[in-house]
């Protein structure tokens, strides 16, 4: 790989922009493919790079143009966090672990702070304002951990209303009863309503904020992971 | 991903302005059970550091002698390795998986 292409990809990695090299496995050549550039790549091999592209799927590729490997780079997953909370800080530090970027979400100043989340992505803004300007979307998980209705239900109609590909919400199954009975008012149908997981997180016995965070965080893998095209 | 503790490409872009030799090797195939998906990276350099990596650290020893040729001689390599493996007393997969990695010079 020359050092050129390399630090084009770098900068398509920084900027979070979806980008796949493709590279001869037995010849020359080598290419950084993306929406809008293809480096003067054979067409079927651009072709084949923006499907795999669209399919988050990396792959060698044998055909009539020989064989060739295909590395698709996504940006990364990311965890939208409602409730700036102790189980908040404990999470944090795991995804970013397991890969992923995460975002805190609490309009309560004295609990969203970059001193509690240092390095992080914070909005002080109201849940559904902010979750409106994160731009959810496939690639991302919604987790509300406030315990205020105000501000976790106001959290859920948006995330309900995207296509984030997980959403939980902590609460008992007492608390998480009453959740749904205010959504069903709010006009929140009841399919869109069991995409919910609550009580939150696989049942591991979790009891700290470190263990509960680390149930949220297997939870959300397992999720992504049976969703994902075989 | 820049603070993510496996930011391979940019460790490779990092120490190659630094002047070291640097290869780059990525899982291309795998069948069977493997123990790292495929496009998974690991960054060699000229004095045998790395990070990243292709399984579960059975193979790594045998790949980094491999990216040190590439930096070298300046030849990528494509590279089996699984239990059928003639090697596989010495640099096998124990999980019985067969990959393929395509070992690369950063010019």
């Not at chain 1, 908040?88 to 989340?117: C, H, K, S």
């Not at chain 1, 959504?183 to 700290?208: C, N, Q, T, V």
């Not at chain 2, 120490?15 to 496009?39: D, K, M, N």
């Not at chain 2, 493996?85 to 067969?98: M, P, S, T, Y």
Request: hydrophobic share 40%.
């Amino acid at each position: 790989m020359e050092k050129g292409l390399l630090a084009s990809l770098n900068l398509r990695r920084e900027k979070k922009m979806p980008v796949a090299v493709v590279t001869m496995l037995k010849d020359p050549g080598q290419w950084l493919i993306d929406s809008d550039e293809d480096g003067s790549a054979p067409d079927h091999i651009v072709g084949n790079a923006r499907v795999a592209l669209a399919e988050d799927k990396s792959q060698l590729v044998n055909d009539e143009g020989g064989s060739y490997f295909i590395h698709v780079y996504n940006p990364p997953l990311r965890i939208v966090v409602v409730g700036a909370v102790h189980i908040a800080q404990a999470l944090a530090p795991i995804a970013a672990a397991v890969g992923y970027e995460v975002a805190i979400v609490d309009p309560r100043g004295a609990f969203a702070t970059e001193d509690r989340f240092p390095g992080l992505e914070i909005s002080n803004e109201w849940p559904d304002e902010a979750l409106r300007k994160l731009g959810l979307d496939d690639r991302c998980a919604v987790v509300t951990l406030t315990h205020d209705p105000k501000l976790d239900d106001a959290a859920l109609e948006v995330a309900l209303a995207s296509e984030v590909f997980y959403v939980g919400s902590l609460g008992s199954k007492k608390t998480h009863g009453a959740r749904l009975k205010r959504l069903e008012r709010l006009g929140i149908d009841k399919e869109a309503m069991a995409r919910i997981h609550g009580p939150i997180g696989l049942p591991i016995g979790a009891r700290s904020p470190a263990e509960i965070a680390l149930a949220i965080m297997s939870q959300i893998t397992q999720v992504r992971h049976s969703q994902e095209r075989p | 991903m820049k603070d993510n503790l496996e930011d391979v490409l940019g460790v490779a872009a990092k120490w190659r302005a630094e002047g070291r030799g640097v290869a780059l090797a990525t899982v291309v195939r795998t069948w069977g059970s493997s123990p790292r998906p495929i496009g998974s990276q690991l960054v060699v350099d000229d004095t045998g550091s790395m990070l990243g990596s292709v399984s579960g650290g059975c193979i790594e020893g045998a790949v980094v002698l491999e990216a040190r040729e590439a930096i070298t001689d300046g030849n990528s390599r494509l590279l089996d390795y699984g239990v059928t493996n003639e090697q596989a007393w010495e640099v096998g997969l124990a999980c019985g998986g067969k990959i393929q990695i395509y070992v690369e010079k950063v010019d």
